[in-house]
């Protein structure tokens, strides 16, 4: 069983800044990938960015040259920094995992923590 638990969101006003981040545990050979979705009121959840082990990063055109993803693979951690926020991101965020575990490889979610940006 693996668990995320994310940590880092809040209400900020707009132009502000937030961290947010994720620790994965549990009995984990490893972890080929961690990301960061979200979910706005009445809208499907989205990639908002993500990162390999190798640390190769994809990000959502939206918040690119804003949001930065980092990854520390020794302690199984994800964070997202984002910078120069606007209301548009206001959302429930989850941390995501692709781990491999004894019974294979399988895709993990957190709990989702809320971002709120204020106008």
């Known amino acids: 069983q693996v668990q995320l638990v994310e940590s880092g969101g809040g209400l900020v006003q707009a132009g502000g800044s937030l961290r947010l981040s994720c620790a994965a545990s549990?009995?984990?050979?490893?972890?080929?990938?961690m990301g960061w979705y979200r979910q706005a009121p009445g809208k499907q959840r989205e990639l908002v960015a993500s990162?390999?082990?190798?640390?190769?990063?994809n990000y959502a055109d939206s918040v690119k040259g804003r949001f930065t993803i980092s990854r520390d693979n020794a302690k199984n951690t994800v964070s997202l920094q984002m910078n120069s926020l606007n209301p548009e991101v206001t959302a429930v965020y989850y941390c995501?995992?692709?781990?491999?575990?004894?019974?294979?490889?399988?895709?993990?979610w957190g709990q989702g923590t809320q971002v709120t940006v204020s106008s």
């Open positions: 990162i390999t082990s190798g640390g190769s990063t």
């Open positions: 549990g009995s984990i050979f490893s972890i080929k990938a």
């Open positions: 995501n995992a692709i781990a491999v575990v004894v019974a294979g490889m399988y895709t993990y």
